[in-house]
């Protein structure tokens, strides 16, 4: 099923002197189950293109549809909700007042459905998967900027939702959270069917992605299937055949 589809979307930013094309007639595809890959240099449009598929910046044209619902169709509320219960955003965050404890803040954003004892289960179950289960009692601003982008994935996944976004979620961290972390994805969409797009400017951040995209000049090159070990010959190939 496709989770995420982009149709031809566009952003520009409006400036003093010429204006900034973010994205340009960006198309693709997220299904269920997959983890897709965005590489591209800082100011590529990586985060612009995240916002957008978060309904949280709108397209100048073009179609964003989630699970088949175009995104900015929809009343402003609705699509609020839909990123509150659908969609789990891995970015900077900033803990309400009165959840300033790692812990408490990420039992804090669990679906209320869910039994409190599981979730006190899951949440152990993350900080220990994001290799932060001894800094669960730390306050958020205790943490370095590294630790924060990993609970951020925690934070992401305890929603249980059907897509994550990933903000180089991996930066700062050492070869062995990233290797967490990537493994800690690849369960989840295997064992949950979560979809998730993450974007980076390392491409060892992508090994084990269904799927990798180049964005350049807020275009997407060649998007196509790519296995693991392609991952990181990906860019070198690329700018070969430039």
């Known amino acids: ?102 812990s408490e803040f990420l039992a804090f954003s669990a679906p209320p459905k869910v039994e409190r004892r599981c979730v006190r289960h899951e949440v152990a179950a993350l900080l220990e998967a994001v290799g932060l289960a001894e800094l669960a009692g730390a306050s958020w601003r205790g943490l370095t900027a590294a630790e924060q982008r990993r609970a951020g994935l925690a934070h992401a996944l305890i929603r249980r939702p059907r897509l994550v976004l990933a903000d180089d979620p991996l930066l700062g961290s050492d070869v062995f959270h990233r290797e967490q972390l990537q493994t800690l994805l690849r369960r989840y969409a295997d064992q949950h069917g979560i979809a998730v797009l993450m974007a980076t400017s390392d491409a060892v951040d992508l090994l084990g992605c269904d799927e990798l995209m180049m964005l350049s000049d807020g275009s997407i090159l060649r998007p196509s299937p790519r296995t693991s070990a392609e991952v990181i010959d990906f860019p070198r190939r690329e700018s070969r055949s430039a």
Do not use: N
């Open 1 to 102: 099923m496709t989770i995420l589809e982009f149709d031809g979307v566009c952003k520009t930013l409006r400036r003093r002197g010429p204006d900034h094309v973010v994205l340009d007639d960006v198309s693709f595809l997220v299904e269920e189950g997959r983890l897709v890959g965005i590489l591209g240099a800082p100011g590529s449009g990586k985060s612009m293109l995240l916002r957008i598929a978060a309904g949280q910046a709108v397209p100048d044209a073009g179609s964003v549809r989630f699970t088949g619902r175009d995104l900015y169709a929809m009343k402003v509320r609705h699509r609020d909700e839909l990123l509150v219960d659908s969609i789990g955003w891995a970015r900077y965050l900033k803990p309400p007042a009165g959840f300033g404890i790692l």
